[in-house]
């Protein structure tokens, strides 16, 4: 794993938080194996989280009618996104592995986060329509979510009252981090760490310490290639031709 590059994305407001505890054992741990190791702390850092025609400097190019996605493409070409996306666009390019460490917030990332995603993961620098999924930009980086709940593992589970975890991180892990390309690693789910007792804790953090031993040589998450749904839109216009033939 040596001469890695690491960005932990990090959100939780306290320094006494076991999201903070499960930030500095991965910053040790993978200092330790030779990592370069940077944090993006977004609370510390006050992150904007909304994205608005403010994350352009200068004129943009039609302010009555403002497209994010269009706006922030022009000006991430032209280099005319602020400094702090562009910061954290920075620190992206030269990761190999990106860990987003939080606290689950409404069964998803924390708003901060989600603001660290909307406006870094910008159309033309993290995705185009050609190039996402199996084709996207971040093929060669891996991803994963590292994160605590408030839950126990059980209400997460396919029969549970929160329902099957894996669903609810689909938006998250194939919708965001698989659609800009990433290699997405397993997530890292700290349960419930607030009702369990201090040993158990220390356990959750132990495991952590020895996965991470490892983490840059385990195999992704497996989702559907692009490939698929090329040929899915190929098999359907087919069948539209063909129906189409059939009712003249
Ligand atoms: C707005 C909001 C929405 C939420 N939505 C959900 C949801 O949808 N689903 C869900 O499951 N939960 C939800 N929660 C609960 C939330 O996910 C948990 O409160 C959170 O994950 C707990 O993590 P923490 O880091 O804040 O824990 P903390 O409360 O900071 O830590 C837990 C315990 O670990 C201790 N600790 C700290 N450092 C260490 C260390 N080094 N070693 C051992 N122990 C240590 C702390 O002292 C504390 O006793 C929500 C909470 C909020 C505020």
């Known amino acids: 794993m040596a ?12 320094s006494g938080s076991f999201n903070s505890a499960a930030k500095d ?24 989280a909304t994205a608005t025609a403010e994350d352009i400097t200068g004129k943009v190019k039609n ?10 493409k022009l000006a991430w070409e032209a280099g005319k996104l602020t400094a702090d996306i562009t910061e954290e666009q920075r620190k992206l390019t030269e990761a190999d592995l990106v860990i987003f460490q939080f606290p ?8 901060i986060m989600k603001g660290w995603m909307d406006r870094v993961l910008t159309l033309g620098y993290a995705f185009t329509h050609e190039k996402r999924y ?6 060669d980086k891996k991803a994963m979510l590292s994160f605590t709940t408030g839950s126990q ?15 609810t991180l689909w938006p998250l892990q194939n919708g965001i981090l698989q659609y800009c390309g990433f290699q997405v690693l397993a997530p890292q789910i700290f349960w419930a760490p ?36 090329n040929d899915m839109m190929s098999i359907k216009l087919l069948l539209r031709k063909i129906l189409l033939i059939d009712t003249h």
């Open 153 to 167: 593992e059980s209400m997460f589970s396919a029969n549970g009252i929160n329902g099957d975890m894996n669903v």
């Open 63 to 72: 302010a009555d009618y403002f497209c994010y996605g269009e706006e922030t």
């Open 25 to 48: 054992a991965a910053v040790e741990v993978l200092t330790a194996k030779g990592c370069t190791v940077e944090v993006s702390d977004l609370y510390a850092m006050k992150f904007k």
């Open 3 to 14: 001469s890695k590059k690491v960005l932990i994305v990090y959100a939780h407001q306290s």
């Open 134 to 139: 199996s084709q996207g930009i971040f093929k």
């Open 104 to 111: 689950m917030y409404w069964f998803t990332v924390p708003a």
């Open 194 to 229: 607030s009702h369990v007792p201090s040993e158990a804790r220390g356990t959750m953090l132990e495991d952590w310490r020895t996965r991470m031993q490892g983490l840059l040589g385990e195999n992704p998450l497996a989702f559907t290639p692009l490939d698929c749904l």
